[in-house]
């Protein structure tokens, strides 16, 4: 099973709706598609989607990454895959984008040889799970038109962009859950865009308020740290990690901390599913419970989240909703949606049998 050859491509994907965060607004991606081919026939699936002002990775990065990978693991063999993943994350510093793109398809392979569905291979057992939604930032009265738009889906869970103005973020979650009604659960994201003084302050009024706030994902700034503890201190709410937490080290040093909650894993973050397993390796040995999101990604690497997230009993909450954004899906087989259930098929590794053409 000797790797022979990672072949890329890109396919532009239009989203349905524009997704807007404190950081950023896409009305399109671009994905990068990896084919990790081997001498046995065997042919494994990844994908990876530049988030630049998240992770640093660009399309011309991803794909230079993947290239100085190939060069280095070509040539290797899956039947002893610990060499591979460690030259795979040690042949180059950061990259995590790529590094995921190529850690997938490599999981791919190994579950298809012998023949499980890659969840399997990794320890879980569920295959159908609920995602939240999310509603991008924009006006209060925007928010609560895209949130009607989606209730429609069934969705239980909102998972809410704000981070532009504390006020004005205020007047956007009270507008959203009057419209959504008291019942319905709503994840905070403020995309590092309040100061940690200022999350407090927001999240003590959404309290006195009564909202039905589920935790608050990543108020302050990406390395601010002693921020993120500061906000737990003194929240009596759940503060989860996001753009805080990329490598295992991250997740240690925030454990250690006691800074946050909760972490949200990203494979695009963490470099694939070989890092993904440490960091909830180190969440679960310090009760901290993890949810498996995505950035804006198309079925492809979502899969590969998927069947990671129903593999650790550590990981409790999903948001997997990129590709509900997405006006097509590269895959053939793979993941599919049914309402708010993310189906993961029964069929070996990803299950994703190959790529259009077309990109229907
Ligand atoms: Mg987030």
Known sequence: ???????????????????????????????????????????????????????????????????????????????????????????????????????????????????????????????????????????????????????????????????????????????????????MKIRIDANQGWSAKEAVAVGRELQSRKLNIELMEQPVKARDFIGMKYVRDHLDMPVMADESVFSPQDALELVNMQAVDGLNIKLMKCGGIYNALKIAAIAETAGIPCMVGSMMESHVSVAAAAHFAVSRAIVKRFDLDAPLFCSKNPAVGGISYQGRSVIIPNEPGLGITAFRKSGK
């Open 1 to 183: 099973m000797e790797i022979t050859d990672i072949l890329i491509h890109t396919v532009t994907i239009p989203l349905i709706t524009p997704f807007k965060t404190a950081l950023r607004t896409v009305t399109e991606i671009e994905n990068i598609l990896v084919t990790v081919t081997t001498d046995s026939q065997l042919v494994g699936y990844g994908g990876a989607a530049p988030t630049a002002v998240i992770t640093g990775d660009t399309l011309g990065s991803i794909m230079g990454g993947i290239e100085h990978i190939r060069a280095n693991i070509v040539g290797m063999s899956l039947e002893n895959p610990e060499p591979v993943f460690q030259t795979l994350n040690n042949c180059l510093v950061g990259n995590t984008s790529a590094k995921a793109a190529v850690d997938m398809a490599l999981y791919d392979i190994i579950a298809k040889s012998l023949k499980v569905p890659l969840y399997r291979l990794l320890g879980g057992k569920a295959h159908e799970i609920e995602t939240d939604i999310t509603i991008s930032l924009d006006t209060p009265e925007k928010m609560v038109a895209e949130t009607l738009d989606k209730l429609k889906g069934g969705y239980q869970i909102l998972k809410i962009k704000v981070g532009s103005d504390p006020e004005l973020d205020i007047e956007r979650l009270q507008a959203v859950q009057d419209a959504a009604g008291p019942e």
